[in-house]
């Protein structure tokens, strides 16, 4: 199951409290993704390219590893209840050996869900983008 926890500025301390769905609508304004079965992690601001912003999030796992397939398939089920896939092209990338990116409509945002292979880093990473 994947949440998203809000976080409190002033104390910086996440609320576990809001299901994925609700987490995903607002995670423009949160900054801790947390993932059950993972570490949280520290999301970050994006700037894209037309101009929109969002969130993303990562995690890496050991390269090509079977809990990096199994996170991804848990975090594409638990997405998936959420909004709509988008079919079509997929984003471009920054190099990495093997790369498979699912988009969703989730309210009036783009959610992308993506597992990228690095052999020269010797990682797999999982990425959780939201786009408004």
């Known amino acids: 199951m994947i949440r ?4 409190l500025t002033a104390f910086a301390t996440p609320l576990h409290a809001q299901p994925l769905c609700e987490a995903l609508e607002t995670l423009g304004q949160t900054g801790v993704a947390d993932v059950s079965g993972l570490p949280p992690v520290s999301c970050n601001l994006s700037h894209q390219l037309d ?3 969002g969130m993303h999030c990562s995690w890496p796992f050991a390269y090509r590893s079977d809990a990096s397939q199994s996170a991804f398939a848990d975090m594409l089920d638990q997405v998936s209840a959420c909004g709509a896939k988008i079919e079509g092209e997929q984003s471009t990338v920054s190099h990495p050996d093997s790369y498979d ?3 969703f409509q989730v309210g009036n945002q783009i959610v992308s869900v993506a597992l990228k292979d690095k052999s020269a880093l010797d ?3 999982i990425f959780l983008s939201v786009t408004q």
Do not use: F
Not at 4 to 7: D, G, P, T
């Open 4 to 7: 998203i926890a809000a976080v």
């Open 101 to 103: 990116q699912r988009l």
């Open 123 to 125: 990682e797999t990473y």
């Open 51 to 53: 101009g929109k912003t």
